[in-house]
């Protein structure tokens, strides 16, 4: 699993980090972490408001930062 943190390093996108990391520790998931601060691949990417969450390549989530449950469900 290729997930991407996208963000420009606000307190959101960095808490957004954080929050992916350890659920994809918590549900053992053999997952890629990377996070994006390049403002011109986040914008490549379709994203113009972050914190975004990007999975195998498909934007999932952006603009608000998830609840656990709701990152959870996103990443299982």
């Not at 420009?8 to 549900?27: D, F, I, P, S």
């Amino acid at each position: 699993m290729e997930i991407k943190v996208l963000g420009t390093g606000c307190a959101k996108c960095k808490q957004l980090e954080k929050m992916t990391r350890e659920v994809a520790a918590e549900l053992n998931l053999d997952a890629n972490i990377e996070k994006v601060e390049d403002i011109y691949k986040i914008m490549q990417a379709g994203v113009m408001t972050t914190p975004a969450l990007v999975v195998d390549g498909e934007v999932v989530l952006k603009g608000k930062l998830p609840s656990v449950k709701e990152l959870k469900s996103i990443l299982s």
